[in-house]
């Protein structure tokens, strides 16, 4: 089996060696180069080809996210953010994932314990990135029209999304007008980034986004973001209910989960509208399918634009979408739905 072959770039000595020697040892792994700052590693990326890159963030001469924007511009391919500052620094980590980065983890530190998860969760993202698509970051986003009301149905979106949901979502939201319907997000994330990821977002938008509290009504011109970590988040009430966080097990892995979300919404039928984004895994496949089958329209992206093409997959292999839409026609194909007094397809 041919090993992922990756390019450390960072400007700590002894963090490129930790690095190295960490990544060296999944035989699945090969560390080709170790550059100290971004000018080095331009050179290395030429002539070694690697896989996957790991970048640091802060670096002399260029900082790892104005390097990683020209990487994803100019010669898109996989890059995982690999600093001290992804676990305090949730602003940065957004920011990276924004602009293209497959995932951000965070350094290895503390005890033996610790070094040893945090370790094998550098090599576990390191692999999962080598079977990503990157892409250039140049879609152009249509800004969200303003004035007239654009004469929506009553509505519910829940979109669900994993592996290069934020970047997705980053292109999608921005397009929704200010009286869109409720947007209801399961988008997998450590717990500590999901406010920052909310309060970004809504910098770029014209809805108000938010993260999801318990409890809160089921707004038109708002969308609620999913806690990370803890709870699952629901729609309890149907099309003027409330938006529920539940603390209960793991889903295929994840809390919140997109099935979760997806089943809750399915008994909206027809006034329910459904979207699984990039994303590694299955969850929100089921839960798409539930949806249709009660009568919603239910989209999902298409492989040529996913940065992992795993949970829409397995979601149209299961009969769960209704259309495949790439992630320049998503936002329009989900308003248009909106609008739509049948709310499917012919």
């Not at 001469?61 to 010669?75: A, H, N, Q, T, W």
């Amino acid at each position: 089996m041919r090993r992922t072959r990756v390019l450390i770039v960072d400007d700590s000595a002894a963090m490129r060696a930790a690095l190295t020697r960490i990544l060296s040892s999944d035989p699945q792994i090969e560390v080709v180069g170790a550059a100290p700052e971004p000018h080095a590693a331009r050179a290395l990326i030429r002539d070694l080809n690697p896989d996957v890159i790991t970048l640091d963030v802060e670096m002399p001469g260029m900082d790892g996210l104005s390097f990683l924007e020209r990487i994803m511009r100019l010669r898109p391919m996989p890059v995982v953010m690999v600093s001290s500052l992804t676990a305090a620094g949730a602003i940065t980590t957004i920011e990276a994932l924004r602009l293209g980065a497959v995932d951000c983890v965070a350094k290895p530190t503390g005890g033996p314990a610790g070094w040893q998860q945090d370790a094998a969760l550098l090599c576990q993202t390191v692999r999962d990135a080598a079977a990503s698509r990157a892409r250039r970051t140049h879609i152009q986003r249509r800004a969200a029209p303003a004035g007239a009301r654009s004469g929506f149905r009553q509505r519910v979106i829940a979109i669900g999304a994993s592996t290069g949901g934020v970047e997705a979502l980053f292109h999608i939201l921005p397009q929704f007008p200010a009286d869109c319907p409720p947007v209801l997000i399961v988008q997998h994330m450590p717990a500590a980034f999901t406010t920052k990821f909310a309060e970004r977002l809504n910098r770029d938008c014209a809805v108000n986004v938010r993260e999801a509290q318990d409890g809160a009504p089921l707004l038109p011109g708002t969308v609620y973001i999913a806690p990370g970590g803890t709870h699952h988040m629901i729609l309890d009430g149907g099309i003027s209910g409330k938006v529920r966080l539940v603390a209960e097990d793991r889903v295929n892995g994840h809390r919140p989960s997109v099935d979760m979300l997806f089943r809750s919404v399915a008994p909206l039928g027809d006034k329910a509208i459904g979207a699984i984004l990039t994303g590694m895994g299955d969850d929100g496949a089921r839960g798409l399918l539930a949806m249709r089958q009660a009568g919603a329209r239910t989209f999902g992206q298409t492989r040529g634009c996913c940065v992992v093409w795993g949970m829409p997959r397995v979601a149209l292999e299961i009969g769960a979408v209704d259309q495949e839409v790439s992630l320049s026609q998503m936002a329009g194909a989900i308003l248009a739905a909106c609008r739509d007094g049948q709310n499917r397809e012919p």
